[in-house]
Every structure is written in structure tokens, then in C-alpha cells.
């Protein structure tokens, strides 16, 4: 098979470097760019990134030279976007409109009606919004998006209870220092404490999760007709989102029938590398999930759950830089190219 040619636009960044762990060894994408700022371009991807992973840099990324995020610059079929949201706002059209294919962990277009937002798990059928967003913007490429790293975590759990009914969904988190960057959070902020804001964060959940439940029509997304409240808070934890959840179903189903809801949940993805062997896993100890322990599960693509109990409460635990950013963004890569959209 020849490998699909992916760059990596904003690669030395928290994300941009988990990007470079999931594509260095990937059966189906070889990286053949690597895009940052201007302090950045020119030097090699080594000199560059000061690697903060603690699995060793790559060696065949090593010397890359970086570019700028420039699409005459950057030599590559699917670009994966780890840019400030800001930035990806103006750069990601201009990709698309260049004839690339826009895998997003940005914020910025996860709302636009005509862009997709997906969690392969979840709803994969939305990917249909491509077409219809190459009919509207003229684009030869297009953008696609995954979901906030808090959102992921939760949906992925919420999707096999919407068999039941869900009305409402409460949650708290307890989200890690990783997800506001390397330079997010001041060691003196956060060390000892815990801060309950995260800017735009509740809006994000609140609003993404019904997007991504809702139904497409084929010309657009109708959202599902659920009422999400979220509260969020940064804890002292390097790498892994811990939420509380309560999920208020109609057909009240008991703490035994969403457990064997969450074991039985299988979304036929197994042919897609990054797809772990479960996508959800439970814990039936009383004290997990817990970040430390249960973060890499599933090459950090599994969402851990447990202390499932009446109400219907329980805890999801997931990693917020793999399962709930570079690797959802490689994960519904390998699903638009499974359907020949790469
Ligand atoms: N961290 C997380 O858990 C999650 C993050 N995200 C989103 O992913 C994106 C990246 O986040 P994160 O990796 O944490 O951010 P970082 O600050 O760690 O990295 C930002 C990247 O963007 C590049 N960049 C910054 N400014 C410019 C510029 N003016 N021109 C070109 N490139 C630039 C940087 O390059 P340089 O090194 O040269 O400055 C770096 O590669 C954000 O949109 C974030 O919201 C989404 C979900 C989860
Ligand atoms: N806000 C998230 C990370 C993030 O960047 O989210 P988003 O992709 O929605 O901007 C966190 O701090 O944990």
C-alpha cells in the first residue's frame, strides 16, 4: 500500500509532538512535514521541538527541517492540525481551499454546521457534512475536527447509554496541566491546588456533546434533544481527564444493565490502527479509574470507566493528549481513509 503523506502543522507543541509519536511508525501515513512558527522554521525538527514525551523522539523525524505553516510550503496529502485555535482559524481554509484534507484538534470550526465533528465511535456518519461542505465553500479539500479532549472523554461513554434514553448529563472534571500546554499552567499555580475555570471549557462540553450525538439528515447535523451541564477544574495531574458524571436516562436503567451497556460496546472499528481492542474498559475495583494507573490503556486510546452506580453516576478516565486530541485526530484520519476520502 503507498503510504498517505501527512503533515503536522503546529509539531512542537504538546499535541503536535503526540502527533509525531502516533504517525512516526504508522502502517498507512508517513510524515513528510513538519509546520511551526517562524521561531521554529528552519531549524531541524530536533533543534526545534525540545521533546517533551517520555518515549525518545522518533529518529526518522529527527532531521526534518520545519517549515512554516504555509500550505506552498508544506508537501503532504492530509494535514493534522495542532494549532493555537486562533491561528487554526485563518490557516485551515487555506489548506482546504489548497486541496488538502484538514484533520483538526482545533477548536475553531467544531461548531461551523457545514464541518464535521466526529469521534469514530460515536458518529461516524457525519462525515457525510464533507461533501456537503465542498459544495458550499468550493473547496478541493476539506476540514474535519475532533472534539475537546474533556467532550471526548465523556461521549465515547455517553454513546452506548442513548439506548436507554439520555436526558440529561451532569459532570464535574478533573482535568490535567497537559491540556493547557507546555506553558499552560505555572508550576506555582498549580502545585498544592486545584483551579476551578478553564475557560470556555463547559460551553465546549456542553455544546460539542450534542452536536456529536445529534442526527444527520443529510444536509446538516440536528442536534440530540439532551440537556449537558458541566462544571471544570484543573488538578495537579500531568497527562489524564478524570470526570464524574451523571447521566439521567428515561428508561432508568440499573447500575448492572450500564455496565454490561459499556462491556458490550463495540463500534466495528477493529480494522483502523489506532482503534484500541476496547474502546471502553471497566473497572470494577472501588477506587479506579485513576489517571496514573489507567491512562495508557489501549496506547491511550481506551476510556477507562467505573463506580458505576445508582443515579446513573460514575467515573470515565481518559487520556486527554492521545485519546482525546492526537490520537482522535490519527483516528479519524484512518477512518476517512478506510472510506477512500484520503
Ligand atoms: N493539550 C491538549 O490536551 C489539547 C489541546 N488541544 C488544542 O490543540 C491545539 C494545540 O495545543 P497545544 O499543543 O497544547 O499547544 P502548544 O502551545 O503546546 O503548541 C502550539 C504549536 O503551535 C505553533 N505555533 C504557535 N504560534 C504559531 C504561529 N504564530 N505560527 C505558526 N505556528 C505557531 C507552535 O510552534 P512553535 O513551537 O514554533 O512556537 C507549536 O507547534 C490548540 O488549539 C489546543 O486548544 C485540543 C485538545 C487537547
Ligand atoms: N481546554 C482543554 C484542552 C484544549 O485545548 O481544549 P480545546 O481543544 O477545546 O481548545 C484543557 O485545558 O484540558
Same mark, same amino acid.
Given at each position: 500500500?503507498?503510504?498517505? !503523506?501527512?503533515?503536522? =502543522? ?50 526518522? @523525524? ?9 500550505? !506552498? ?10 494549532? *493555537?485555535?486562533?491561528? %487554526? ?30 469521534? *469514530? ?15 458550499? $465553500? ?17 461521549? @465515547? ?28 499552567? *505555572? ?9 476551578? /475555570? ?5 460551553? !465546549? ?18 442536534? %440530540? ?15 489524564? #481527564?478524570?470526570?464524574?458524571?451523571? %447521566? ?9 444493565? @450500564? ?18 481492542? !476496547? ?27 467505573? $463506580? ?5 453516576? /460514575?467515573? %470515565? ?5 492521545? $485519546? ?11 477512518? =476517512? #481513509? ?5
Amino acid at each position: 500500500m503507498v503510504a498517505v !503523506k501527512a503533515g503536522i =502543522l503546529g509539531a512542537t507543541g504538546a499535541v503536535g509532538q503526540r502527533f509525531v509519536e502516533a504517525l512516526a511508525n504508522h502502517p498507512w501515513f508517513e510524515i513528510t512535514a513538519l509546520a511551526a512558527s517562524e521561531r521554529s522554521a528552519g531549524k531541524t525538527y530536533r533543534e526545534a521541538a525540545g521533546w517533551r514525551l517520555d518515549t525518545a523522539m522518533p529518529e526518522s @523525524v529527527e532531521n526534518i527541517e520545519v517549515v512554516p505553516v504555509d500550505p !506552498k510550503a508544506v508537501d503532504a496529502d492530509v494535514v493534522f492540525s495542532a494549532l *493555537p485555535a486562533d491561528l %487554526a482559524f485563518t490557516v485551515e481554509p487555506e489548506f482546504a481551499k489548497a486541496g488538502f484534507a484538514v484533520a483538526s484538534n482545533a477548536s475553531s470550526y467544531r461548531m461551523e454546521k457545514d464541518i464535521p465533528l466526529v469521534i *469514530p465511535e460515536v458518529n461516524p456518519e457525519h462525515l457525510g457534512l464533507i461533501e456537503v461542505q465542498q459544495d458550499a $465553500r468550493g473547496w478541493d479539500g476539506y476540514i474535519i475536527t475532533n472534539p475537546n479532549c474533556s467532550t471526548i472523554v465523556m461521549t @465515547v461513554t455517553l454513546k452506548p447509554l442513548m439506548k436507554f434514553g439520555l436526558e440529561t448529563v451532569q459532570v464535574a472534571t478533573m482535568q490535567a496541566i497537559s491540556g493547557a500546554g507546555f506553558s499552560g499552567v *505555572p508550576a506555582m499555580a498549580i502545585y498544592d491546588n486545584v483551579i476551578p /475555570y478553564i475557560g470556555s471549557e463547559e460551553t !465546549k462540553m456542553e455544546t460539542e456533546t450534542l452536536k456529536l450525538l445529534g442526527e444527520f439528515n443529510g444536509s446538516e447535523i440536528v442536534p %440530540a434533544d439532551m440537556k449537558v451541564s458541566a462544571s471544570c477544574h484543573r488538578v495537579p495531574v500531568i497527562d489524564g #481527564h478524570t470526570e464524574a458524571i451523571w %447521566a439521567g436516562m428515561r428508561d432508568k436503567p440499573a447500575p448492572e444493565e @450500564v455496565r454490561e451497556a459499556f462491556l458490550k460496546f463495540d463500534p466495528k472499528l477493529g480494522e483502523l490502527p489506532s482503534e484500541p481492542r !476496547k474502546a471502553i474498559i471497566v473497572r470494577d475495583e472501588v477506587d479506579r479509574p485513576q489517571p496514573r494507573l489507567d491512562r495508557n490503556m489501549g496506547k491511550g486510546m481506551s476510556v477507562s470507566v467505573g $463506580r458505576i452506580r445508582e443515579g446513573i453516576r /460514575y467515573i %470515565a478516565m481518559g487520556h486527554n493528549t492521545i $485519546r482525546g486530541a492526537a490520537g482522535a485526530s490519527v483516528l479519524n484520519a484512518e477512518l =476517512l #481513509h478506510s472510506i477512500g476520502k484520503l
